[in-house]
Protein backbone atom coordinates (compact mmCIF):
# COMPACT_ATOMS: atom_id res chain seq x y z
CA UNK A 1 0.00 0.00 0.00
CA UNK A 2 1.37 3.64 -1.04
CA UNK A 3 2.17 6.35 1.40
CA UNK A 4 -0.57 8.14 0.04
CA UNK A 5 -3.12 5.43 0.26
CA UNK A 6 -2.49 4.41 3.98
CA UNK A 7 -3.04 8.42 4.32
CA UNK A 8 -6.26 8.52 3.19
CA UNK A 9 -7.22 5.20 4.83
CA UNK A 10 -6.38 6.99 8.28
CA UNK A 11 -8.22 10.11 7.22
CA UNK A 12 -10.95 8.36 6.37
CA UNK A 13 -11.46 6.59 9.55
CA UNK A 14 -10.40 9.25 11.34
CA UNK A 15 -13.16 11.72 10.30
CA UNK A 16 -15.51 8.62 11.10
CA UNK A 17 -14.26 9.31 14.59
CA UNK A 18 -14.68 12.81 14.55
CA UNK A 19 -18.51 12.28 13.31
CA UNK A 20 -18.97 9.60 16.00
CA UNK A 21 -16.91 12.31 18.83
CA UNK A 22 -19.79 14.56 17.87
CA UNK A 23 -22.68 12.23 18.31
CA UNK A 24 -21.53 11.82 21.73
CA UNK A 25 -20.39 15.34 23.32
CA UNK A 26 -22.51 17.97 21.12
CA UNK A 27 -25.32 17.76 23.45
CA UNK A 28 -25.33 21.46 23.33
CA UNK A 29 -23.72 21.62 19.90
CA UNK A 30 -23.75 22.14 16.42
CA UNK A 31 -24.22 20.48 13.16
CA UNK A 32 -21.30 19.29 11.27
CA UNK A 33 -21.00 17.65 8.02
CA UNK A 34 -17.88 15.98 7.48
CA UNK A 35 -16.85 15.42 4.08
CA UNK A 36 -13.79 12.85 2.88
CA UNK A 37 -14.53 10.44 0.15
CA UNK A 38 -17.21 8.11 0.49
CA UNK A 39 -18.08 9.58 3.83
CA UNK A 40 -21.00 12.09 3.76
CA UNK A 41 -22.38 11.99 7.25
CA UNK A 42 -23.69 14.91 9.37
CA UNK A 43 -24.56 15.19 13.10
CA UNK A 44 -27.47 17.37 14.15
CA UNK A 45 -28.94 19.24 17.54
CA UNK A 46 -30.56 22.40 17.85
CA UNK A 47 -29.51 25.96 18.39
CA UNK A 48 -26.29 25.94 16.52
CA UNK A 49 -25.13 26.69 12.83
CA UNK A 50 -23.13 24.54 11.47
CA UNK A 51 -19.71 24.03 9.60
CA UNK A 52 -18.32 21.77 6.69
CA UNK A 53 -14.87 20.02 7.50
CA UNK A 54 -13.59 18.74 3.88
CA UNK A 55 -10.31 17.34 4.11
CA UNK A 56 -8.27 16.76 0.72
CA UNK A 57 -4.78 15.76 1.04
CA UNK A 58 -3.18 17.60 3.70
CA UNK A 59 -5.17 20.46 3.10
CA UNK A 60 -8.38 21.12 5.09
CA UNK A 61 -11.26 23.13 3.29
CA UNK A 62 -13.54 24.65 5.76
CA UNK A 63 -16.81 26.64 5.43
CA UNK A 64 -19.79 27.48 7.15
CA UNK A 65 -23.44 28.71 7.62
CA UNK A 66 -26.99 28.83 9.28
CA UNK A 67 -29.93 26.44 10.45
CA UNK A 68 -33.17 27.08 11.78
CA UNK A 69 -32.09 29.75 14.75
CA UNK A 70 -29.19 31.32 13.57
CA UNK A 71 -31.25 33.58 10.76
CA UNK A 72 -33.78 34.98 13.76
CA UNK A 73 -30.79 37.11 14.76
CA UNK A 74 -29.42 38.71 12.20
CA UNK A 75 -28.23 41.60 14.48
CA UNK A 76 -26.09 39.28 16.79
CA UNK A 77 -24.76 37.55 13.89
CA UNK A 78 -23.59 40.35 11.99
CA UNK A 79 -22.05 41.57 15.18
CA UNK A 80 -20.42 38.45 15.70
CA UNK A 81 -18.57 38.62 12.47
CA UNK A 82 -20.21 35.73 11.31
CA UNK A 83 -22.91 37.33 8.40
CA UNK A 84 -23.18 40.48 6.44
CA UNK A 85 -25.14 43.20 8.09
CA UNK A 86 -26.48 44.52 4.97
CA UNK A 87 -28.14 41.34 3.40
CA UNK A 88 -27.77 39.19 6.12
CA UNK A 89 -25.98 36.32 4.50
CA UNK A 90 -23.67 34.28 6.22
CA UNK A 91 -20.32 34.30 5.36
CA UNK A 92 -17.70 31.03 4.54
CA UNK A 93 -15.97 30.62 7.94
CA UNK A 94 -15.83 27.63 10.43
CA UNK A 95 -18.77 28.28 12.35
CA UNK A 96 -19.64 27.21 16.11
CA UNK A 97 -21.61 29.93 17.74
CA UNK A 98 -25.17 29.04 19.50
CA UNK A 99 -27.58 31.11 19.59
CA UNK A 100 -26.64 33.92 21.77
CA UNK A 101 -25.42 37.13 22.54
CA UNK A 102 -23.46 39.42 20.47
CA UNK A 103 -20.66 38.46 23.26
CA UNK A 104 -20.81 35.04 23.54
CA UNK A 105 -20.99 34.47 19.46
CA UNK A 106 -17.51 36.65 19.43
CA UNK A 107 -15.92 34.87 22.38
CA UNK A 108 -16.61 31.28 20.77
CA UNK A 109 -16.09 31.97 17.21
CA UNK A 110 -13.04 33.74 17.70
CA UNK A 111 -11.67 30.63 19.18
CA UNK A 112 -11.96 28.06 16.67
CA UNK A 113 -12.52 30.37 13.82
CA UNK A 114 -9.91 31.77 11.37
CA UNK A 115 -9.39 34.91 11.90
CA UNK A 116 -11.13 36.95 10.02
CA UNK A 117 -8.66 39.05 8.00
CA UNK A 118 -7.68 35.29 7.02
CA UNK A 119 -11.46 34.51 5.32
CA UNK A 120 -10.07 35.59 1.43
CA UNK A 121 -7.82 32.57 1.65
CA UNK A 122 -10.30 30.31 2.97
CA UNK A 123 -12.69 31.31 0.21
CA UNK A 124 -9.90 30.68 -3.18
CA UNK A 125 -7.39 28.37 -1.62
CA UNK A 126 -7.32 25.11 0.67
CA UNK A 127 -6.14 26.30 4.40
CA UNK A 128 -3.07 24.44 5.71
CA UNK A 129 -4.14 22.52 8.90
CA UNK A 130 -0.91 24.24 10.50
CA UNK A 131 -2.14 27.59 9.73
CA UNK A 132 -5.38 26.94 11.12
CA UNK A 133 -3.91 25.32 14.84
CA UNK A 134 -1.72 28.20 15.03
CA UNK A 135 -4.75 30.82 14.18
CA UNK A 136 -6.29 28.83 16.57
CA UNK A 137 -3.77 29.69 19.50
CA UNK A 138 -3.95 33.32 18.16
CA UNK A 139 -7.64 33.91 18.43
CA UNK A 140 -7.66 31.78 21.81
CA UNK A 141 -5.20 34.31 23.57
CA UNK A 142 -7.08 37.67 22.30
CA UNK A 143 -10.36 36.01 23.27
CA UNK A 144 -8.97 35.55 27.01
CA UNK A 145 -8.26 39.15 26.92
CA UNK A 146 -11.74 39.79 26.33
CA UNK A 147 -12.88 37.34 28.70
CA UNK A 148 -10.67 39.28 31.65
CA UNK A 149 -11.72 42.80 30.34
CA UNK A 150 -15.81 42.11 30.51
CA UNK A 151 -15.48 40.10 34.25
CA UNK A 152 -17.58 36.62 33.38
CA UNK A 153 -20.17 35.57 35.76
CA UNK A 154 -23.04 33.18 36.50
CA UNK A 155 -24.75 31.67 33.97
CA UNK A 156 -23.41 33.59 31.20
CA UNK A 157 -20.14 32.14 32.21
CA UNK A 158 -21.01 28.44 32.25
CA UNK A 159 -22.51 28.66 28.93
CA UNK A 160 -19.21 30.53 27.28
CA UNK A 161 -17.12 27.64 29.45
CA UNK A 162 -18.86 25.23 27.49
CA UNK A 163 -18.19 26.62 24.36
CA UNK A 164 -14.36 26.91 25.22
CA UNK A 165 -14.04 22.67 25.85
CA UNK A 166 -16.44 22.08 22.34
CA UNK A 167 -14.14 24.32 20.52
CA UNK A 168 -11.07 22.68 22.13
CA UNK A 169 -12.62 19.13 21.37
CA UNK A 170 -12.91 20.22 17.58
CA UNK A 171 -9.09 21.32 17.44
CA UNK A 172 -7.71 17.70 18.92
CA UNK A 173 -9.76 15.46 16.57
CA UNK A 174 -7.61 13.17 14.63
CA UNK A 175 -8.12 14.59 11.16
CA UNK A 176 -5.60 17.11 12.13
CA UNK A 177 -3.15 14.47 13.93
CA UNK A 178 -3.71 11.76 10.73
CA UNK A 179 -2.03 14.03 8.72
CA UNK A 180 0.83 15.52 10.30
CA UNK A 181 2.46 14.16 13.76
CA UNK A 182 3.61 18.02 13.83
CA UNK A 183 0.94 19.69 14.89
CA UNK A 184 0.55 17.54 18.06
CA UNK A 185 2.26 19.91 20.25
CA UNK A 186 0.26 22.88 19.12
CA UNK A 187 -3.13 20.92 19.97
CA UNK A 188 -1.69 19.97 23.22
CA UNK A 189 -0.80 23.38 24.03
CA UNK A 190 -4.87 24.68 23.05
CA UNK A 191 -6.07 22.09 25.32
CA UNK A 192 -3.28 23.19 28.52
CA UNK A 193 -4.82 26.58 27.79
CA UNK A 194 -8.77 25.32 27.50
CA UNK A 195 -8.07 23.55 30.46
CA UNK A 196 -6.11 26.64 32.62
CA UNK A 197 -9.40 28.77 31.37
CA UNK A 198 -11.65 26.84 32.65
CA UNK A 199 -9.89 26.95 35.77
CA UNK A 200 -9.81 30.65 36.00
CA UNK A 201 -13.88 30.72 34.54
CA UNK A 202 -15.19 28.03 37.30
CA UNK A 203 -13.66 30.85 39.65
CA UNK A 204 -15.57 33.55 38.54
CA UNK A 205 -12.33 35.51 36.76
CA UNK A 206 -9.13 35.39 34.43
CA UNK A 207 -6.59 37.62 33.65
CA UNK A 208 -4.29 38.82 31.23
CA UNK A 209 -1.23 37.14 33.01
CA UNK A 210 -2.68 33.86 32.54
CA UNK A 211 -3.54 33.88 29.31
CA UNK A 212 0.18 35.65 28.61
CA UNK A 213 1.61 33.20 30.70
CA UNK A 214 0.50 30.53 28.36
CA UNK A 215 1.26 31.78 25.36
CA UNK A 216 4.24 30.32 24.80
CA UNK A 217 3.88 26.86 26.87
CA UNK A 218 4.13 24.24 23.36
CA UNK A 219 5.09 21.53 25.39
CA UNK A 220 8.38 19.89 24.24
CA UNK A 221 8.04 17.03 21.50
CA UNK A 222 11.70 16.37 21.61
CA UNK A 223 13.70 15.61 24.46
CA UNK A 224 16.26 16.40 26.77
CA UNK A 225 19.47 14.03 28.10
CA UNK A 226 22.26 14.74 30.35
CA UNK A 227 25.26 13.23 30.67
CA UNK A 228 28.30 13.87 32.67
CA UNK A 229 32.04 14.48 31.78
CA UNK A 230 35.20 13.90 33.34
CA UNK A 231 36.98 17.16 32.48
CA UNK A 232 41.15 16.12 32.43
CA UNK A 233 41.39 19.87 30.80
CA UNK A 234 39.84 21.29 34.47
CA UNK A 235 41.06 19.04 36.39
CA UNK A 236 43.00 20.72 39.35
CA UNK A 237 41.29 24.26 38.52
CA UNK A 238 42.73 27.03 40.50
CA UNK A 239 39.34 27.62 41.42
CA UNK A 240 38.73 24.54 43.02
CA UNK A 241 35.58 24.00 40.81
CA UNK A 242 34.38 21.01 39.78
CA UNK A 243 36.08 18.80 37.20
CA UNK A 244 33.39 16.73 36.64
CA UNK A 245 30.80 18.41 34.49
CA UNK A 246 26.91 17.86 33.29
CA UNK A 247 26.39 17.94 29.18
CA UNK A 248 22.73 19.00 28.98
CA UNK A 249 21.47 17.94 25.26
CA UNK A 250 19.02 18.49 23.46
CA UNK A 251 17.54 16.05 20.97
CA UNK A 252 14.66 16.68 18.02
CA UNK A 253 11.91 14.78 17.75
CA UNK A 254 12.82 13.81 14.62
CA UNK A 255 15.64 12.40 16.01
CA UNK A 256 13.82 9.10 17.62
CA UNK A 257 11.46 9.44 14.63
CA UNK A 258 14.01 8.55 11.33
CA UNK A 259 16.49 6.68 13.43
CA UNK A 260 19.30 6.56 10.85
CA UNK A 261 19.27 10.43 10.09
CA UNK A 262 22.17 12.52 11.16
CA UNK A 263 22.09 16.12 12.61
CA UNK A 264 24.07 18.99 12.86
CA UNK A 265 24.52 21.17 16.09
CA UNK A 266 24.55 23.92 17.48
CA UNK A 267 26.32 25.06 20.76
CA UNK A 268 25.55 28.11 23.18
CA UNK A 269 27.09 29.45 25.19
CA UNK A 270 25.35 31.36 28.45
CA UNK A 271 25.99 34.50 29.60
CA UNK A 272 27.45 35.98 32.55
CA UNK A 273 25.91 34.89 36.04
CA UNK A 274 24.57 31.86 33.47
CA UNK A 275 24.69 28.30 32.63
CA UNK A 276 23.67 25.85 30.08
CA UNK A 277 21.18 23.99 31.86
CA UNK A 278 19.50 27.32 33.29
CA UNK A 279 18.49 28.06 29.11
CA UNK A 280 16.55 24.36 28.73
CA UNK A 281 14.34 25.09 31.59
CA UNK A 282 10.75 26.56 32.45
CA UNK A 283 10.78 30.90 31.83
CA UNK A 284 8.32 33.41 32.95
CA UNK A 285 6.65 35.18 29.85
CA UNK A 286 9.38 33.13 27.41
CA UNK A 287 10.45 30.53 25.53
CA UNK A 288 13.50 28.24 26.65
CA UNK A 289 15.96 27.35 24.03
CA UNK A 290 14.71 24.05 23.03
CA UNK A 291 11.14 25.18 22.99
CA UNK A 292 12.18 27.80 20.70
CA UNK A 293 14.01 25.87 17.93
CA UNK A 294 11.25 23.53 17.78
CA UNK A 295 8.73 26.62 16.88
CA UNK A 296 11.14 27.29 14.34
CA UNK A 297 11.38 24.43 12.65
CA UNK A 298 7.53 23.85 13.37
CA UNK A 299 7.02 26.93 11.27
CA UNK A 300 9.82 26.13 8.54
CA UNK A 301 12.63 28.97 9.37
CA UNK A 302 15.28 25.80 9.74
CA UNK A 303 15.69 22.49 10.10
CA UNK A 304 16.28 20.31 12.96
CA UNK A 305 19.03 20.73 15.25
CA UNK A 306 20.69 19.01 18.11
CA UNK A 307 21.40 21.58 20.61
CA UNK A 308 24.42 21.92 23.40
CA UNK A 309 23.91 23.40 26.95
CA UNK A 310 27.32 23.24 28.46
CA UNK A 311 27.95 23.67 31.85
CA UNK A 312 30.26 26.14 32.24
CA UNK A 313 29.58 27.89 35.80
CA UNK A 314 32.55 29.58 37.57
CA UNK A 315 32.57 30.58 41.41
CA UNK A 316 33.21 34.33 39.92
CA UNK A 317 29.98 34.05 38.53
CA UNK A 318 30.47 32.99 34.79
CA UNK A 319 32.78 32.38 32.02
CA UNK A 320 34.12 34.25 28.93
CA UNK A 321 35.22 30.14 27.20
CA UNK A 322 38.81 30.92 26.93
CA UNK A 323 41.93 29.37 28.43
CA UNK A 324 43.18 31.04 31.94
CA UNK A 325 45.57 29.57 34.54
CA UNK A 326 42.88 31.46 37.32
CA UNK A 327 40.21 29.83 36.37
CA UNK A 328 40.39 26.98 33.95
CA UNK A 329 40.94 26.68 30.31
CA UNK A 330 37.57 26.63 29.07
CA UNK A 331 38.04 27.15 25.68
CA UNK A 332 39.92 23.92 25.67
CA UNK A 333 37.17 22.03 27.53
CA UNK A 334 34.81 22.90 24.64
CA UNK A 335 36.94 22.15 21.71
CA UNK A 336 38.76 18.97 22.87
CA UNK A 337 35.99 17.67 25.00
CA UNK A 338 32.15 18.62 25.00
CA UNK A 339 32.13 18.63 21.21
CA UNK A 340 34.25 15.25 20.64
CA UNK A 341 31.77 13.34 22.94
CA UNK A 342 28.31 15.08 21.94
CA UNK A 343 29.75 13.44 18.76
CA UNK A 344 30.53 10.04 19.90
CA UNK A 345 27.53 9.95 21.74
CA UNK A 346 24.73 10.95 18.80
CA UNK A 347 24.45 10.94 15.18
CA UNK A 348 25.46 14.36 14.54
CA UNK A 349 27.64 14.18 10.95
CA UNK A 350 30.98 14.61 13.36
CA UNK A 351 32.17 17.30 11.02
CA UNK A 352 33.13 21.10 12.08
CA UNK A 353 30.99 22.00 8.48
CA UNK A 354 27.81 21.17 10.44
CA UNK A 355 28.60 23.09 13.79
CA UNK A 356 27.98 26.49 15.09
CA UNK A 357 28.32 28.00 18.68
CA UNK A 358 25.99 31.14 19.62
CA UNK A 359 25.73 33.15 22.80
CA UNK A 360 24.47 36.48 24.31
CA UNK A 361 27.14 38.59 26.48
CA UNK A 362 29.87 36.92 27.55
CA UNK A 363 28.46 33.75 25.55
CA UNK A 364 28.74 35.85 22.09
CA UNK A 365 32.05 36.78 22.98
CA UNK A 366 32.94 33.34 23.62
CA UNK A 367 31.10 32.42 20.43
CA UNK A 368 32.71 35.28 18.59
CA UNK A 369 36.12 34.38 20.01
CA UNK A 370 36.06 30.42 19.05
CA UNK A 371 35.46 32.10 15.78
CA UNK A 372 38.42 34.09 15.71
CA UNK A 373 40.64 31.10 17.70
CA UNK A 374 39.17 28.00 17.14
CA UNK A 375 37.57 28.23 13.72
CA UNK A 376 38.85 25.06 12.59
CA UNK A 377 35.89 23.03 14.72
CA UNK A 378 32.81 25.15 13.70
CA UNK A 379 31.14 26.41 10.43
CA UNK A 380 29.23 29.24 11.64
CA UNK A 381 29.09 31.98 14.74
CA UNK A 382 26.24 33.99 15.91
CA UNK A 383 27.40 36.51 18.61
CA UNK A 384 24.47 38.47 20.59
CA UNK A 385 25.51 41.84 22.26
CA UNK A 386 28.46 40.13 22.95
CA UNK A 387 31.91 42.07 24.88
CA UNK A 388 33.28 44.11 22.21
CA UNK A 389 35.50 47.33 22.96
CA UNK A 390 36.66 46.88 26.91
CA UNK A 391 37.19 50.61 26.84
CA UNK A 392 34.18 51.54 26.95
CA UNK A 393 32.26 48.10 28.34
CA UNK A 394 34.80 47.71 31.05
CA UNK A 395 37.06 50.63 31.81
CA UNK A 396 33.98 52.85 32.77
CA UNK A 397 33.45 50.64 35.43
CA UNK A 398 37.11 50.60 37.88
CA UNK A 399 35.74 53.57 40.02
CA UNK A 400 33.08 51.60 40.92
CA UNK A 401 34.90 48.59 41.66
CA UNK A 402 37.60 50.47 43.31
CA UNK A 403 35.44 52.17 45.58
CA UNK A 404 33.24 48.43 46.22
CA UNK A 405 36.64 47.22 47.23
CA UNK A 406 37.69 49.56 49.66
CA UNK A 407 34.63 48.58 52.11
CA UNK A 408 36.89 45.26 52.32
CA UNK A 409 40.26 47.18 52.65
CA UNK A 410 41.26 46.50 48.87
CA UNK A 411 41.21 42.79 49.68
CA UNK A 412 39.19 40.64 46.64
CA UNK A 413 39.18 37.63 49.01
CA UNK A 414 37.61 39.54 52.19
CA UNK A 415 34.56 40.92 49.32
CA UNK A 416 34.45 37.12 47.75
CA UNK A 417 33.53 35.56 51.19
CA UNK A 418 30.90 38.10 52.02
CA UNK A 419 29.57 38.02 49.02
CA UNK A 420 29.11 33.90 48.84
CA UNK A 421 27.33 34.47 52.58
CA UNK A 422 25.25 37.28 51.86
CA UNK A 423 21.70 36.08 51.11
CA UNK A 424 21.04 38.13 48.11
CA UNK A 425 23.87 39.91 46.04
CA UNK A 426 22.45 42.99 45.26
CA UNK A 427 24.66 45.52 42.99
CA UNK A 428 27.53 43.52 44.25
CA UNK A 429 27.23 41.18 40.94
CA UNK A 430 29.32 43.61 38.94
CA UNK A 431 32.16 44.05 40.94
CA UNK A 432 32.13 40.30 40.68
CA UNK A 433 31.96 40.14 37.37
CA UNK A 434 34.81 42.62 37.29
CA UNK A 435 36.97 40.57 39.14
CA UNK A 436 36.34 37.74 37.02
CA UNK A 437 36.78 39.34 33.83
CA UNK A 438 40.49 40.22 35.07
CA UNK A 439 40.93 36.48 36.08
CA UNK A 440 40.18 36.20 32.57
CA UNK A 441 42.05 38.89 31.22
CA UNK A 442 45.49 38.90 32.97
CA UNK A 443 45.61 35.93 35.05
CA UNK A 444 48.96 35.37 37.00
CA UNK A 445 49.64 32.76 39.76
CA UNK A 446 51.96 35.06 41.54
CA UNK A 447 49.06 37.70 42.83
CA UNK A 448 46.15 37.24 45.14
CA UNK A 449 43.72 34.49 43.71
CA UNK A 450 45.71 33.84 40.65
CA UNK A 451 44.84 37.35 38.95
CA UNK A 452 45.79 41.04 38.33
CA UNK A 453 43.66 44.02 38.66
CA UNK A 454 44.29 46.83 36.17
CA UNK A 455 44.54 49.79 38.41
CA UNK A 456 45.80 51.28 41.80
CA UNK A 457 43.37 50.37 44.86
CA UNK A 458 44.68 53.26 47.29
CA UNK A 459 44.67 56.13 44.19
CA UNK A 460 42.48 54.43 41.47
CA UNK A 461 45.39 55.15 39.10
CA UNK A 462 45.10 52.82 35.96
CA UNK A 463 47.99 50.48 35.43
CA UNK A 464 48.46 51.11 31.58
CA UNK A 465 50.73 47.88 31.26
CA UNK A 466 48.03 45.76 32.98
CA UNK A 467 45.16 47.37 31.11
CA UNK A 468 47.05 46.07 27.91
CA UNK A 469 46.50 42.94 29.12
CA UNK A 470 42.96 43.13 28.94
CA UNK A 471 42.98 44.15 25.47
CA UNK A 472 44.91 41.58 23.85
CA UNK A 473 41.31 39.88 24.52
CA UNK A 474 39.49 42.93 23.13
CA UNK A 475 37.93 41.25 20.04
CA UNK A 476 38.19 44.29 18.15
CA UNK A 477 41.95 44.19 18.94
CA UNK A 478 41.76 40.68 17.92
CA UNK A 479 40.22 41.39 14.22
CA UNK A 480 43.44 43.67 13.37
CA UNK A 481 45.59 40.66 13.34
CA UNK A 482 45.79 38.91 9.83
CA UNK A 483 46.11 35.12 11.33
CA UNK A 484 42.54 35.86 12.91
CA UNK A 485 41.73 37.05 9.89
CA UNK A 486 42.22 33.88 8.37
CA UNK A 487 40.78 32.07 10.43
CA UNK A 488 37.31 34.08 10.19
CA UNK A 489 37.57 33.94 6.72
CA UNK A 490 37.49 30.27 6.79
CA UNK A 491 34.10 30.34 8.57
CA UNK A 492 31.44 29.78 6.44
CA UNK A 493 28.85 32.48 8.51
CA UNK A 494 29.33 35.22 11.14
CA UNK A 495 26.87 36.89 12.55
CA UNK A 496 26.63 39.62 15.18
CA UNK A 497 24.23 41.99 16.42
CA UNK A 498 23.42 44.56 19.61
CA UNK A 499 21.32 46.81 20.80
CA UNK A 500 21.39 50.73 20.11
CA UNK A 501 20.92 51.56 23.95
CA UNK A 502 23.02 48.72 25.06
CA UNK A 503 23.86 49.47 29.02
CA UNK A 504 27.65 48.40 28.52
CA UNK A 505 27.60 50.33 25.68
CA UNK A 506 28.68 47.15 23.17
CA UNK A 507 26.78 48.60 20.48
CA UNK A 508 30.11 50.53 19.56
CA UNK A 509 32.26 48.39 19.89
CA UNK A 510 30.02 46.01 17.43
CA UNK A 511 30.02 48.96 15.10
CA UNK A 512 33.99 49.05 15.51
CA UNK A 513 33.75 45.55 14.87
CA UNK A 514 31.57 45.56 11.96
CA UNK A 515 33.86 48.36 10.51
CA UNK A 516 36.99 46.48 10.46
CA UNK A 517 35.70 43.19 9.41
CA UNK A 518 34.10 44.80 6.21
CA UNK A 519 37.50 46.38 5.80
CA UNK A 520 40.00 43.36 5.92
CA UNK A 521 37.05 41.98 3.44
CA UNK A 522 35.64 39.57 5.84
CA UNK A 523 31.97 38.34 5.24
CA UNK A 524 29.49 38.84 7.80
CA UNK A 525 26.18 39.58 8.49
CA UNK A 526 25.71 42.67 11.41
CA UNK A 527 22.21 44.00 12.75
CA UNK A 528 21.33 46.44 15.01
CA UNK A 529 18.09 46.53 16.79
CA UNK A 530 16.20 49.26 19.38
CA UNK A 531 17.18 47.53 22.70
CA UNK A 532 19.28 47.05 25.29
CA UNK A 533 21.47 44.28 26.79
CA UNK A 534 18.45 42.14 28.85
CA UNK A 535 15.94 39.87 27.75
CA UNK A 536 16.63 39.42 24.60
CA UNK A 537 16.20 36.01 23.29
CA UNK A 538 14.18 37.09 20.88
CA UNK A 539 16.66 37.67 18.80
CA UNK A 540 17.69 33.73 18.51
CA UNK A 541 14.81 33.86 15.74
CA UNK A 542 17.11 35.86 13.91
CA UNK A 543 19.94 34.33 14.16
CA UNK A 544 18.76 30.29 14.76
CA UNK A 545 17.61 30.23 11.00
CA UNK A 546 20.74 32.76 9.57
CA UNK A 547 23.01 29.56 11.14
CA UNK A 548 21.23 27.00 9.92
CA UNK A 549 21.03 28.12 6.58
CA UNK A 550 25.12 28.56 6.56
CA UNK A 551 25.84 25.20 7.55
CA UNK A 552 22.79 23.07 5.92
CA UNK A 553 22.27 25.51 2.60
CA UNK A 554 19.44 24.17 0.19
CA UNK A 555 20.47 22.79 -2.51
CA UNK A 556 19.41 25.11 -5.74
CA UNK A 557 17.54 23.54 -8.21
CA UNK A 558 19.35 22.83 -11.52
Known sequence: MSVQSRVDRKLRHDARLVVEHFRQSAADGALVEIQFGEIDEEVTVPRFGFAQVRVEGSELRISGGFLEGGRDQPEALAAAGLCDARNQQPIEKVVFAPRADPLQQRVQVGILAVARQHQASILDEPMDLLKVVELFASEFDHQTHELSAIGIVGDQRERIRGGLALAGRVVE?????AVEDDFQPLIRSCNAQLEHLDRGLAAGRTSRYDSRVLEFRT?????????????????????????????????????????????????????FMGSGPAHVGWKAFEESVPERLERLVRRKAMGPVIAVFPD?????????????????????????????????????FASP????????????????IQGMKYARHWAAIACHSGDLYFDFCYRSEIPRVSMALAEFGGDRKKFLKAFYARRKPDGD????????????????????????????????????????????????????????????????????????????????????LHKRLREARISHHYEEFDDDHTALDYRLDVSLPWLYEKIMPRRKAR
Not at 257 to 269: G, S
Open 312 to 348: CWTRLGGNQYINSSAVGNYADHLVQEVVPQVDDRYRT
Open 219 to 271: PLRGRLEQFKLDSTVLRGNALGDPHSRAVTVYLPPEYDRVPHRRFPVFVDLAG
Open 173 to 177: QKVVE
Open 429 to 512: THTLMFLAMAAFYDPDPKAPLGFQLPMDLQTGEIDEKRWARWLRHDPIELAKKVGVQKQLRSLRGIYFDCGTRDQYHLHYGARI
Open 353 to 368: RKRAVFGKSSGGYGAM
